[in-house]
């Protein structure tokens, strides 16, 4: 029996009210819908929570899926949605002034989403961000990390560095400028 076939049979008996069908089908796809929603989103927290909501909007689609297609894909398709979804809405939350490098950030997560084919690994752009941050001093490598990775708001970091809050915004800004310069200068030379 062939892996769709099995997942048809639990996605019947899911749609039939078994809970028991459902939950095998989030254990069998769990992981690599994390790892999907993970290599899109801003943190670990939104990817997890993409995830669960993607779940529950799979689970309250059931009837729409086409028995015979592949259940990943489909669930891919809603992650896409729903993470685009909670990318514009960190976006627009982010309206105030001291937080529009983060929308910006959001909102071009929330276009690459969008414009990502299945299966494509090529995305230059983020190869050369990495290339570029990785090239960056201990310093500001450090301070971008605790910024995007952990979280951390300006003023967390200002506490945390013993610094002021505008001297760390200045310092962030001036980061993300040599990294826009730097991904900028690997595009054109990928592109000759």
Known sequence: MDSFTQEDDLIR???????????????????????FTARFAPD??????????TFLRAYQGLARF???TDFAKWLR?????????SLR??????????RAAD???????????????????????????????EELDEGPRELLGRRYREGLSTIELAGKLGRGVSAIRV??????????????LRLRKSTV
């Open 13 to 35: 008996l899911a749609r039939s009210g078994n809970p028991g069908a459902f939950s095998e089908l989030v254990g069998a796809h769990q992981g690599a819908l994390r790892a």
């Open 171 to 184: 310092h962030l800004l001036k980061i993300r400028r040599m990294l826009r310069a730097c991904i900028e």
């Open 89 to 98: 809405r960190r976006a627009r939350e982010a309206g105030v002034r001291q």
């Open 103 to 133: 929308a910006f950030l959001a909102e071009s997560m929330a276009r690459r989403v969008a414009s990502a084919e299945e299966g494509d690994d090529t995305d230059f752009r983020l190869r050369a961000l990495l290339r570029c941050v």
């Open 44 to 53: 670990l927290e939104t990817a997890d929570e993409v995830a669960q909501e």
């Open 66 to 68: 086409e028995l015979g």
């Open 77 to 85: 398709g809603i992650a896409r949605h729903v993470l685009q979804d």
